[in-house]
């Protein structure tokens, strides 16, 4: 303790001397009155007025006893003006991270985080704004961000929507709607138009309604060419009442058939017994703590037993895959507990049947991942795709019985599926895309079939290049060529066979790219191919919206109105 009545003190009481043990005074430290801090003492005050200045924000010339207490930081620092532009900074830092990091718009009375954010802009003057700032803030990002995708709609040739009805855990249901383009750089753009909350029921007019609503707000209706949609009954009738062309989720048609293929071919007992030896070690810490344990051993990296669910067919390739890669780290801890409660492992032979099972599975991922990207090109994909799956689904004499029911049911199954989606779309996709023009992914009876339909969409491209674009037609037509064509009809025919004669470029090859060097030569063709490259194949858009929905929703956000989830949410997605 300082000795008040003690001369030997420094700067008005700021600072004192430490008393030695026999009770004399070490006058070559001193120590801080304020914050205890011990400093070096020459005989000179220079660098305890420093401490006072930098540390505590004293006026050593002011020093008097009324000061000698520890200010806080907030006190200290309203001694100079806080820097309005970084604040202003700092609030749209903030309300873009509680967008795209589904953070609660309560996090900013967090008093951890205003200490953080005033220790990293070195002021500690700065005061976190309201929970209403920031949301006025989101929602001045929200509408320039909706300003500039809407200019840049506008200046879309051709646009292809995807959408679907989701329920959240609190029973509100919601409407998604994404947009894909490619504008004039070549350029492929994916990006959320909104989500609503919706109270009717999902019949297939209400579904239309509400299509045709969010084409009619983002000034689309007439550029709009295709919608994506699961093959839910409501989706479909509602595919018909609207004026645009449907295209089926590939990704669900996959899941569906094989699903059933599993289920028809005998290969439900092997997968119960793998999810129970799963289920053995995913439930119990401590059994997961010694397969752990034999995994080091086998210079391993540590990693869990994945489980399968029912809606998510891939997981069933993940859960087989992975006991596999584990079977020798599973096989001796089993050995070691060999107690009622511990499951049967699995023999040799259902082993060999859960990797036969895999041989067919693994393409049917690779397909599933393939058509499933909204990054980069997907629906002149979907034939050649499929032309491959069919191919490794052929029965060899080799198969055992339960890999050649497989086979056969997931066959049928998705040849069910594959009429009734819209191949008509599909085969002029695989044809606009310089990977696949070649058709080989078809019959060669209907190829011819296709580059006829193509002069024809390519004349009529050729005669409506000065107007205004029509609404697209519900179903396209195949007309016959009239027998007195005209010059341009000539000369466009020409650019669709001069168009065909070019080489295919490699599968690993970019057609955007090489749209993007060819398109002076085909300026009607590039119309097109902009118009069918765009469509995606899949739904898996808005299926990635559904997980960032959900978290905006159920993260403490149940009082959020429907327009505050549609900001956060599009924004989020808008700024990824």
Same mark, same amino acid.
């Given at each position: 303790?300082?000795?008040?009545?003690?001369?030997?003190?420094? %700067? =008005?009481?700021?600072f004192?001397?430490?008393k030695?043990?026999?009770?004399?005074?070490?006058?070559? &430290?001193?120590?801080?009155?304020?914050? &205890?801090?011990e +400093?070096?003492y020459h005989?000179s005050?220079?660098s305890l007025?420093?401490?006072l200045?930098?540390?505590?924000?004293?006026?050593?010339t002011?020093?008097?006893?009324?000061?000698?207490?520890q200010?806080s930081?907030?006190?200290?620092?309203?001694?100079?003006?806080?820097?309005?532009?970084?604040?202003?900074?700092?609030?749209?830092a903030?309300?873009?991270? @509680?967008?795209t990091?589904?953070?609660?718009?309560?996090?900013?009375?967090?008093s951890g985080?205003?200490?953080?954010l005033?220790i990293?802009?070195?002021?500690p003057?700065?005061?976190?704004?309201?929970?209403?700032?920031?949301?006025s803030?989101i929602?001045?990002?929200?509408?320039?961000?909706?300003?500039a995708?809407?200019?840049?709609?506008q200046?879309?040739? /051709?646009?292809s %929507?995807?959408?679907?009805?989701?329920?959240?855990?609190?029973?509100h249901n !919601?409407?998604e709607?994404t947009?894909?383009?490619?504008?004039?750089?070549?350029?492929?753009?994916s990006?959320?138009?909104?989500v609503? #909350?919706?109270?009717?029921?999902?019949?297939?007019?209400?579904?239309? $309604?509400?299509f045709?609503?969010?084409?009619?707000?983002?000034?689309?209706?007439?550029?709009v060419?295709?919608i994506g949609?699961?093959?839910?009954?409501?989706m479909?009738?509602?595919?018909?009442?609207?004026?645009?062309?449907h295209?089926?989720? @590939?990704?669900?048609?996959?899941?569906?058939?094989?699903?059933?293929?599993?289920?028809?071919?005998g290969f439900?007992?092997?997968l119960?017994?793998?999810?129970?030896?799963?289920?053995?070690?995913k439930?119990?810490?401590a059994?997961?703590?010694?397969?752990?344990?034999?995994?080091?051993?086998?210079?391993?990296?540590?990693e869990?037993?994945?489980?399968?669910? *029912?809606?998510?067919w =891939?997981?069933?390739l993940?859960?087989?895959?992975? +006991?596999?890669?584990?079977?020798?780290?599973?096989?001796?801890?089993?050995?070691?507990?060999?107690?009622?409660?511990?499951?049967?492992?699995?023999?040799?032979?259902?082993?060999?049947?859960?990797?036969?099972?895999?041989?067919?599975?693994e393409?049917?991922?690779y397909?599933?991942?393939?058509?499933?990207?909204?990054q980069?090109i997907s629906?002149?994909v979907? +034939?050649?795709?499929?032309? #491959?799956?069919f191919?490794?689904?052929?029965?060899?004499d080799?198969?055992?019985?339960?890999?050649?029911?497989?086979?056969?049911?997931?066959?049928?199954?998705?040849?069910?599926?594959?009429?009734?989606?819209?191949?008509?779309w599909?085969?002029?996709a695989t044809?606009?895309? *310089?990977?696949?023009?070649?058709?080989?992914?078809?019959?060669?009876?209907?190829r011819?079939?296709?580059?006829?339909?193509?002069?024809?969409? =390519?004349?009529?491209q050729?005669? =409506?290049?000065a107007?205004?674009?029509?609404? *697209?037609?519900?179903k396209?037509?195949?007309?016959?060529?009239?027998d007195?064509?005209? $010059?341009e009809?000539?000369?466009?025919?020409?650019?669709?066979?001069?168009?065909?004669a070019?080489?295919?470029?490699?599968?690993?090859?970019?057609?955007? &790219?090489?749209?993007?060097a060819? /398109?002076? /030569? !085909? *300026?009607?063709l590039a119309?097109l191919?902009?118009? !069918?490259?765009?469509?995606?194949?899949?739904?898996v858009p808005? $299926?990635? %919206?559904?997980?960032?929905?959900?978290h905006?929703v159920?993260? &403490?956000?149940?009082?959020?109105?429907s327009?505050n989830?549609?900001?956060?949410v599009?924004?989020?997605?808008?700024?990824?």
């Open positions: 303790m300082m000795d008040k009545d003690s001369s030997k003190i420094l %700067l =008005n009481g700021a004192y001397f430490p030695l043990p026999d009770g004399s005074v070490d006058k070559s &430290k001193a120590i801080c009155t304020l914050c &205890k801090a +400093l070096k005989r005050t220079s007025s420093y401490h200045r930098a540390k505590h924000i004293i006026n050593v002011k020093v008097d006893a009324s000061s000698l207490r200010s930081i907030l006190e200290s620092a309203t001694r100079r003006p806080a820097d309005k532009t970084k604040s202003q900074k700092i609030t749209t903030l309300a873009k991270w @509680v967008a990091n589904c953070r609660p718009v309560s996090i900013v009375e967090d985080l205003k200490e953080v005033r990293a802009c070195s002021d003057s700065y005061t976190l704004p309201s929970r209403g700032t920031v949301v803030r929602q001045s990002l929200y509408d320039t961000e909706k300003a995708k809407l200019e840049l709609l200046s879309a040739n /051709a646009v %929507l995807t959408g679907d009805h989701w329920t959240s855990v609190s029973n !919601y409407l709607v947009a894909h383009y490619i504008d004039s750089g070549w350029t492929l753009h990006f959320a138009l909104t609503r #909350h919706t109270e009717e029921r999902h019949n297939a007019e209400t579904c239309a $309604e509400h045709s609503e969010v084409a009619e707000a983002w000034g689309i209706a007439n550029k060419t295709t949609t699961d093959s839910a009954r409501n479909l009738a509602a595919a018909r009442l609207l004026p645009y062309e295209m089926p989720c @590939v990704a669900h048609s996959l899941q569906r058939s094989i699903a059933m293929s599993i289920r028809e071919s439900e007992n092997v119960a017994k793998c999810r129970k030896l799963v289920g053995h070690f439930h119990s810490p059994n997961a703590a010694e397969l752990q344990c034999q995994q080091r051993q086998r210079g391993q990296d540590p869990p037993l994945i489980q399968d669910v *029912p809606t998510r =891939n997981s069933t993940s859960m087989i895959t992975r +006991l596999e890669k584990n079977k020798d780290a599973l096989r001796a801890i089993l050995d070691l507990h060999q107690q009622r409660s511990t499951p049967a492992f699995l023999t040799n032979a259902e082993f060999e049947k859960i990797k036969k099972l895999e041989t067919v599975l393409p049917c991922r397909v599933t991942e393939l058509v499933g990207g909204e980069y629906c002149s979907v +034939l050649p795709a499929l032309c #491959h799956l191919r490794v689904m052929e029965v060899s080799d198969d055992p019985g339960d890999l050649c029911r497989f086979k056969e049911a997931f066959t049928a199954d998705l040849s069910k599926w594959k009429e009734s989606m819209n191949i008509q599909l085969k002029v044809a606009v895309d *310089p990977r696949f023009k070649d058709l080989k992914c078809l019959p060669r009876s209907e011819d079939e296709v580059w006829r339909l193509i002069k024809e969409l =390519n004349a009529q050729h005669n =409506n290049e107007t205004d674009p029509e609404p *697209p037609k519900k396209m037509s195949l007309l016959v060529a009239s007195s064509e005209d $010059e009809e000539t000369a466009a025919d020409n650019s669709v066979d001069r168009y065909r070019e080489p295919t470029i490699s599968v690993e090859d970019c057609p955007l &790219k090489w749209w993007s060819h /398109a002076g /030569a !085909y *300026p009607n119309l191919a902009q118009k !069918y490259l765009a469509t995606p194949a899949t739904t808005c $299926e990635r %919206l559904f997980s960032l929905s959900g905006i159920q993260n &403490k956000r149940a009082s959020l109105s327009e989830v549609t900001n956060l599009c924004l989020s997605d808008w700024l990824k």
